[in-house]
């Protein structure tokens, strides 16, 4: 794999967690239908195609990922696959290898730098504006830190999806 398809792979995974997780699996395929149609608007697009749209691409390339995540997400709901145990096999696959090495420290200072990273790029913004140089890799990055931050979050604390079910059940009451 080259520099270039980790960083966007990289990209994809923190700006739309569902499909960049979905797309080493065995559901790829679809995640590359969707994101292709989405990204450059032809269900066909080849891999190298869709990672110089992303590597390219703004803040309009990240809003298009999350409707990739969307309609992706839609369509596993349509052929009953259940996206977020793919996501907590993935997290508990994590905290296991965390246990079994007992690295600790890893897992955490890269929460820590992703937390400061994420705040520090906001912050930047927040006082100073869009700069007019690279202020578009900077709202890329801010999305990709922000993607990566809610990953740690549901690492750390959990997903929010079970506090959702547990609602919807006892509103059924």
């Known amino acids: 794999m080259s520099d270039n398809e980790s960083i966007w792979k990289r990209v994809l995974r923190a700006a739309a967690p569902v499909i960049g997780t979905a797309w080493g699996g065995p559901l790829g395929g679809t995640v590359a239908t969707v994101v292709s149609e989405k990204i450059l608007g032809k ?34 709901r349509e052929l009953d696959i259940d996206v977020e145990k793919i996501h907590q096999a993935d997290r508990s696959a994590a905290r296991e290898r965390e246990a079994k ?12 730098f992703v937390t400061a990273g994420f705040f520090g790029v906001l912050g930047f913004l927040l006082i100073q504006g869009k700069p007019q140089n690279g202020g578009d890799a900077l709202l890329v990055m801010l999305g990709a830190l922000g993607g990566a931050w809610a990953s740690i979050i549901s690492y750390y604390f959990g997903s929010s999806a079970g506090s959702s079910d547990k609602t919807a059940l006892l509103s059924k009451r």
Do not use: H, S
């Not at 080849?46 to 990672?51: H, K, L, N, R």
């Not at 090495?101 to 890893?106: E, L, P, R």
């Open 43 to 76: 269900p066909d697009g080849t891999e190298t195609e869709i990672a110089q749209a992303i590597g390219n691409g703004g803040p309009e390339v990240l809003a298009k990922l999350k409707e990739a995540e969307l309609a992706f997400t839609t369509r596993m």
């Open 101 to 112: 090495t007992g690295d600790t420290f890893t897992p955490r200072a890269l929460a820590m």
